[in-house]
């Protein structure tokens, strides 16, 4: 079965601080995809990043970096310096890579209140 | 350049009422997507659609929603006889695959969701 873990359901941080969510998953596909979506109060999804299983290098886009480790089947996301209009819900995802499904699995989410 | 939307923003109905849900996607995207979600939540898979073909459905899916896509551009999706479970917010997502067999592997792209309450 697939299943994404947030354990973190609130998190809350002065503007400027370093912040780190969590993400564990759990799939018995070889390969498979992992996302991060950001759902601001609007409520409109944006999706932030996908990270194929064959592909271990962390990345980097701006204040926004993300850890995926397979040994520990987790796929974090920290954000640097951040600000108050990084206050939203974070969802971590995780999909098939063929057409055996084309769902996309999402954890419970974190919210993250950046205060000023 | 317009975006993913959907149409009503909220709905308030009684229990037993028959409600619908209409999603306009990005133009050119093939793929669309039901998704639903409720308070504190995180989206739930409900359907999938590759053109006007409805290619899954969860077992979220009871007999008393349909969801159809027609003409592979616009989809609807309608409860029948709601139940105070069925409040949630649902959304609609699109994106474009380029292989047939290719996984949901791409950005979707949501809309702000149709809010659903039922008295």
């Known amino acids: 079965a697939q299943k994404v873990t947030q354990a973190q359901t609130e998190i809350s941080v002065v503007e400027k601080e370093d912040v780190t969510l969590d993400c564990v998953y759990e799939?018995?596909?070889?390969?498979?995809?992992l996302f991060w979506y950001k759902q601001p109060p609007s409520g409109e999804l944006v999706f932030l990043i996908r990270r194929n299983s064959f592909d271990e290098q962390n990345e980097i886009s701006g204040r926004y970096s993300w850890n995926f480790q397979k040994s520990t089947s987790s796929f974090n996301f920290t954000i640097t310096a951040s600000q108050v209009v990084d206050s939203a819900v974070y969802f971590c995802a995780l999909g098939k890579t063929m057409d055996s499904s084309y769902k996309l699995i999402f954890g419970s989410g974190t919210r993250l209140l950046v205060r000023p | 350049d317009t975006g993913v939307s959907q149409d009503p923003r909220h709905k308030i109905t009684k229990r037993g009422q028959n409600v619908t849900f209409r999603c306009d996607p990005i133009s050119e995207h093939n793929r669309l997507y039901w998704y639903r979600q409720t308070l504190g939540q995180g989206p739930e898979f409900l359907t999938y659609f590759q053109n006007e073909a409805q290619l899954e459905k969860s077992r979220l899916l009871s007999d008393r929603f349909s969801a159809e896509r027609p003409k592979g551009s616009f989809s609807t999706l309608e409860i029948q006889r709601t139940e105070q479970g069925d409040s949630a917010m649902y959304l609609c997502?699109?994106?474009?695959?380029?292989?047939?067999?290719?996984?949901?592997?791409?950005?979707?792209?949501f809309g702000e969701g149709s809010r659903l309450t039922v008295l």
């Open positions: 799939t018995r596909d070889t390969t498979y995809y």
């Open positions: 997502a699109s994106s474009s695959g380029l292989y047939a067999r290719e996984g949901p592997t791409g950005e979707l792209f």
